[in-house]
């Protein structure tokens, strides 16, 4: 180092922090989730944040919106996951729409957009569509909860996606990888061997 290089550096280490103008890297290991929470804590936070939102009121408690979240991902009926949690079919599906889960067929048999932008009664709209009452107050229902889930742009499914399908996405990658490991360590091997 000449004479010049060296008074600038020096003049450079006495006005600088070393901490602040470089960052102390680490070796860390490579992983679909950044997040250090486990999956269960994440979904814990997950409904945490949208009970404290939306302000639902449901029977089932947080732990029980992780499991109906868990089980309907693993495209469980909602018969299923009351069975599991020991809970009315209903309180399921109520679990379901408080948290966004929104199945394909909760109103495949109708035009949602129209029976949210109608404002005839429910017997009214029953008759028109051949089901009963009760069955119009589901779609209400559900296109309530579609609405709501867009209104927050699909944010909390999309965060439910995040969570579990990178949880599942790790558990067959790691699956994948043990399974070439073994292949690779036995492959040549002589397997056919008499006791």
């Known amino acids: 180092m000449n004479e010049k290089t060296e008074e600038l550096r020096n003049i450079f280490t006495s ?40 302000e639902f009121e449901t029977p089932l408690s947080d732990a029980e919106l992780v499991i109906l979240a868990k089980r309907f991902y693993e495209d ?28 394909d067929d909760d109103a495949d048999e109708v035009d949602l957009a129209a029976i949210r932008s109608r404002e005839e009664d429910d017997a009214t709209l029953a008759a028109e569509y051949g089901v009963d009452e009760g ?28 969570i579990l399908a990178d949880a599942d996405l790790s558990k067959r990658m790691a699956k994948d990888v043990r399974e070439d490991g073994l292949e690779d360590a036995t492959e040549g091997m002589e397997t056919d061997v008499e006791f």
Not at 92 to 101: Q, T
Not at 135 to 157: F, G, K, L, P, T
């Open 135 to 162: 069955q119009i107050r589901r779609y209400r229902r559900v296109a309530a909860a579609v609405d709501e889930s867009r209104a927050a742009n699909d944010r909390y499914r999309d965060e439910f996606d995040a």
């Open 15 to 54: 006005v600088t922090d070393e901490e602040t103008v470089t960052e102390s890297q680490e070796d860390t290991r490579g992983s679909l989730e950044q997040d250090e929470r486990t999956v269960e804590e994440r979904l814990e936070g997950l409904v945490a944040r949208m009970r404290d939102r939306y």
């Open 76 to 103: 469980d009926t909602d018969e299923a996951i009351a069975d599991e949690l020991g809970v009315d079919e209903e309180d399921v599906f109520e679990g379901r729409l408080a948290v966004h889960l929104v199945r």
